[in-house]
């Protein structure tokens, strides 16, 4: 079976580049592209050349004043994906939730799933999530997922245990329409226990081509060259034995990734798409900030991949998208869930005798404060 797939926020195409290549033993069962929305003209601009194809099927607009009678009349879809915005939940920024300007926009995903009653969906957020509100969000959010007539999955997925050359956490959501007779499993990261990807193989195997797409350097300037000499891969600005005159004038809080050195033995950390000056991900022995071709290879972008846009509107782009691979593992637990093929899962972790109405619980999935909350709004059911 092929599933029309139709995304929201859907940036510039970690999810639907994912998508796009996923591949399965049983070949009849695959993913294609059906209609995709995000508000910003650049990473609509990617996901049109890359996955789309100019095909007409990106509709660049707010999401809070798409009309959806206008994606009906592009495609039905079979299945969803929506990566709502993660600025109100995120551990970098103010946290501010479902009280912030971002917070809300996950309704429309909800909606989405009430107006075309996909048979599955896929949806991404920071970790963060799983903490906001006091945990209420999180909550919530399941409540009205299942309430739209569909089992769900939480995971707190490390994308380094699945093969991906960077240290990135996302909480993923996987729904079951009720009307599908299957079950969905976890895929587990013991298959991929043996490949770990370091920041050095992902960017030096094979070299990037001088002429590749996307490869610009940075122009660094003499001071933040002689800072960078003093720290070694692995520190930052503070940790690092710089010399007083060299330091920055800091007060309160330190964040760690500012002037950080990439470890080259290890998986890159978590690509941001925003911030000034020394959050741009710095090179463990080149005096200088990684290209946005290199951020792409360790969001595992291959380098086929073109970015529309300025310089910064790229890094932006990047820093915002899910890792292609780690995505591509999902995408195939799914297929090969509906295919009925076996693969290796996550194992269950229930409460005795109970069972969350269609919530499984995984290892690393929901917190206890989570779960005692989940079990005052969800109505127990035998397993």
């Known amino acids: 079976m092929k599933f029309r797939m139709g995304e929201l926020f859907c940036g510039p195409g970690g999810i639907g580049y994912a998508a796009k290549t996923t591949r399965i033993e049983n070949s009849k069962f695959s993913i294609v592209h059906a209609w995709a929305n995000d508000y910003d003209k650049d ?35 079979d299945a969803l994906a929506f990566g709502f915005p993660c600025n109100d939940f995120s551990v970098v920024g103010e946290q501010k939730g479902m009280d912030g300007v971002y917070g809300p926009l996950y309704s429309y995903g909800i909606k989405a799933l ?33 309430k739209s007539g569909y089992s769900v999955y939480p995971h707190l997925y490390k994308f380094e245990k699945y093969g991906v050359p960077q240290a990135r956490h996302r909480i993923i959501i996987i729904g079951i329409h009720e009307n599908c007779d299957v079950i969905y499993r976890i895929p587990s990261s013991l298959p991929f226990q043996n ?31 002689e800072r960078l000499k003093y720290i070694k891969p692995g520190e930052n600005a503070f940790t690092a034995d710089i010399p007083e005159s060299l330091q920055l004038n800091v ?22 798409g925003s911030g000034g000056g020394g959050t741009h991900v710095y090179h463990w022995s080149e005096n200088r900030a990684l290209t946005n071709r290199e951020r792409a290879r360790l969001q595992t972008f291959p380098d086929s991949f073109v970015f529309q846009g300025k310089k910064e509107s790229v890094r932006k782009q990047i820093g915002m998208a899910v890792p292609v691979d780690g995505v591509r593992v999902i995408f195939e637990s799914i297929l090969r869930t509906f295919a009925k093929l076996d693969y290796e899962t996550v194992d269950y ?4 005798h109970v069972r969350l109405n269609h919530i499984n619980l ?22």
């Open 349 to 352: 972790r229930y409460k005795p």
């Open 114 to 146: 009430r107006e075309f009653q996909p048979k599955w969906f896929m949806a991404e957020n920071v970790g963060g999530l799983r903490n906001s509100n006091d945990g209420k969000a999180f909550s919530r959010i399941l409540q009205e997922m299942f």
């Open 195 to 225: 490949s770990l990807r370091t920041a050095r193989m992902a960017i030096e195997q094979p070299p990037i081509p001088a002429d590749a797409p996307n490869h610009e350097y940075t122009r660094q300037s003499e001071r933040v060259v």
């Open 43 to 77: 990473t609509c601009a990617t996901f049109d050349r890359n996955i789309a194809g100019e095909s007409g099927t990106v509709i660049c607009q707010d999401i809070r004043k798409l009309n959806y009678s206008r994606l009906k009349k592009i495609s039905s879809i």
């Open 362 to 383: 995984y290892n690393d999935s929901i917190s206890a404060g989570q779960l005692s909350v989940l079990e005052k709004e969800m109505e127990y059911v035998t397993p």
């Open 251 to 272: 007060r309160g809080a330190k964040i760690s990734q500012i002037y950080k050195r990439l470890d080259p033995e290890k998986p890159a950390y978590t690509i941001t």
